[in-house]
């Protein structure tokens, strides 16, 4: 048995079991596009017996499948009810000659030759055949699951891969800057506690307070009597949807005015049920998971022709669930920017928000031990992501 913590270890080792063994049997959660072992796969094709990997979040290169798709001992795993992640390496000549590579490093260039990974090298000197059986069983039993792609398929899954990539490299970007910031925890809006969230509300907008939440309680109760979006009557969709205000029950332009969206209120007004098939995702009371939150956002992007649109989704996620989400606008994104400590604030898009604003509001002490001291406080605690704006709404400029 034996730890390997460095590439040149790995990749050593990794050469020499594909040399000395006759039999592969891997499952990997992706594949990354040409580098030294890959070639030295191909070279090595005959000794394939099963290779199985996955494809979440299109992590594996459409090269890796134009080139492995046609060998039968090749599959992928399209999907699953979870996240296939494993990173098993099975060489042998038989049950009783093998060894096995197991840990962190997934079968791409960045695993063997960048990334710091981890693994143990495991052989039949170490272990015994049931142990062998074990891992095999395991390999033959997500086997069953995995499936060729069509020519189609694999056409359609690179151009998805390709926009993905977009996605990536964006917040990879933005990572490096984040990583030359202070550590999250010292980050503002994390460190503050409920009462100094209390009082830099009322100290920057009291005289909105009451009127805000009375936005929201209407918000609420349009909700609570029409659980579907497109089954409200089109007065409570647009005080909803931010555009309606004049000579209403409230200021429905508190929280982002969508006066200027046209297609949005559009949509709203005409064809509703795509953005309602959207806001279907969020449920109303409970947990709002990520999966939750980018089904919301790819249904979001289809009804308005897959442009980004983050404002008016955020305004209509706040209002459904203003204890979850903060609807983001042009009067509030620089003050936001500076308590998030976030950099590129006007290259926000929907795929960033939810790391930079959601999780970052979800783990600081305000949002997680609201202490209300009255009833005004209690209204605040029950809308209290989406109350930011109050603490960052800037009046001198146009939401």
Same mark, same amino acid.
């Given at each position: 048995?034996?730890?390997?913590?460095?590439?040149?270890?790995?990749?050593?080792?990794?050469?020499?079991?594909?040399?000395?063994?006759?039999?592969?049997?891997?499952?990997?959660?992706?594949?990354?596009?040409?580098?030294?072992?890959?070639?030295?796969?191909?070279?090595?094709?005959?000794?394939?017996?099963?290779?199985?990997?996955?494809?979440?979040?299109?992590?594996?290169?459409?090269?890796?499948?134009?080139?492995?798709?046609?060998?039968?001992?090749?599959?992928?795993?399209?999907?699953?009810?979870?996240?296939?992640?494993?990173?098993?390496?099975?060489?042998?000549?038989?049950?009783?000659?093998?060894?096995?590579?197991?840990?962190?490093?997934?079968?791409?260039? $960045?695993?063997?030759?960048?990334?710091?990974?981890?693994?143990?090298?495991?052989?039949?000197?170490?272990?015994?055949?049931?142990?062998?059986?074990?891992?095999?069983?395991?390999?033959?039993?997500?086997?069953?699951?995995?499936?060729?792609?069509?020519?189609?398929?694999?056409?359609?899954?690179?151009? %998805?891969?390709?926009? &993905?990539?977009?996605?990536?490299?964006?917040?990879?970007?933005?990572?490096?800057?984040?990583?030359?910031?202070?550590?999250?925890?010292?980050?503002?809006?994390?460190?503050?506690?409920?009462?100094?969230?209390?009082?830099?509300? %009322?100290?920057?907008?009291?005289?909105?307070?009451?009127?805000?939440?009375?936005?929201?309680?209407?918000? &609420?109760?349009?909700?609570?009597?029409?659980?579907?979006? $497109?089954?409200?009557?089109?007065?409570?969709?647009?005080?909803?949807?931010?555009?309606?205000?004049?000579?209403?029950?409230?200021?429905?332009?508190?929280?982002?005015?969508?006066?200027?969206?046209?297609?949005?209120?559009?949509?709203?007004?005409?064809?509703?049920?795509?953005?309602?098939?959207?806001?279907?995702?969020?449920?109303?009371?409970?947990?709002?998971?990520?999966?939750?939150?980018?089904?919301?956002?790819?249904?979001?992007?289809?009804?308005?022709?897959?442009?980004?649109?983050?404002?008016?989704?955020?305004?209509?996620?706040?209002?459904?669930?203003?204890?979850?989400?903060?609807?983001?606008?042009?009067?509030?994104?620089?003050?936001?920017?500076?308590?998030?400590?976030?950099?590129?604030?006007?290259?926000?898009?929907?795929?960033?928000?939810?790391?930079?604003?959601?999780?970052?509001?979800?783990?600081?002490?305000?949002?997680?031990?609201?202490?209300?001291?009255?009833?005004?406080?209690?209204?605040? $605690?029950?809308?209290?992501?989406? %109350?930011?704006? $109050?603490?960052?709404?800037?009046?001198?400029?146009?939401?």
């Amino acid at each position: 048995m034996k730890y390997i913590n460095n590439s040149s270890s790995f990749n050593y080792e990794f050469k020499r079991l594909m040399n000395a063994y006759d039999n592969y049997h891997w499952m990997v959660a992706w594949a990354g596009s040409s580098f030294n072992m890959t070639k030295e796969l191909l070279e090595n094709s005959e000794k394939i017996k099963r290779i199985v990997v996955g494809l979440h979040f299109y992590q594996t290169h459409p090269d890796f499948i134009d080139h492995f798709n046609s060998f039968p001992q090749v599959s992928f795993i399209h999907s699953t009810s979870g996240t296939f992640h494993p990173k098993v390496y099975l060489f042998s000549n038989d049950e009783e000659n093998w060894e096995l590579l197991i840990g962190s490093p997934n079968f791409t260039n $960045a695993a063997f030759n960048q990334n710091n990974e981890a693994c143990v090298l495991i052989s039949s000197v170490d272990s015994n055949n049931v142990f062998y059986k074990q891992i095999r069983d395991s390999i033959d039993s997500v086997w069953k699951d995995s499936k060729k792609f069509t020519d189609v398929e694999r056409e359609d899954y690179r151009r %998805f891969w390709m926009t &993905q990539r977009v996605k990536v490299e964006s917040l990879k970007r933005y990572k490096e800057e984040q990583s030359k910031r202070i550590p999250f925890y010292q980050i503002p809006v994390v460190r503050m506690n409920w009462r100094e969230y209390i009082e830099r509300i %009322f100290a920057a907008n009291s005289d909105t307070v009451e009127e805000r939440i009375r936005v929201l309680n209407f918000a &609420q109760d349009y909700f609570n009597t029409y659980p579907v979006f $497109a089954g409200m009557p089109i007065l409570e969709r647009s005080r909803i949807g931010g555009y309606k205000w004049v000579n209403q029950p409230a200021d429905f332009r508190l929280f982002g005015t969508m006066q200027n969206a046209a297609t949005y209120k559009n949509q709203i007004n005409t064809n509703p049920i795509n953005i309602s098939n959207a806001l279907d995702a969020i449920p109303l009371r409970g947990e709002v998971t990520r999966e939750d939150y980018f089904l919301f956002v790819e249904q979001f992007e289809l009804a308005l022709n897959g442009g980004n649109k983050y404002r008016s989704a955020t305004r209509l996620l706040s209002m459904k669930r203003p204890d979850v989400f903060f609807g983001i606008s042009s009067a509030n994104h620089e003050r936001l920017a500076e308590d998030f400590e976030i950099s590129g604030i006007t290259t926000m898009n929907l795929e960033r928000y939810w790391d930079e604003i959601v999780v970052r509001t979800q783990e600081s002490s305000w949002w997680n031990e609201p202490k209300p001291a009255n009833e005004i406080e209690e209204s605040i $605690a029950n809308y209290r992501a989406a %109350f930011m704006d $109050a603490m960052y709404y800037d009046p001198t400029v146009n939401a």
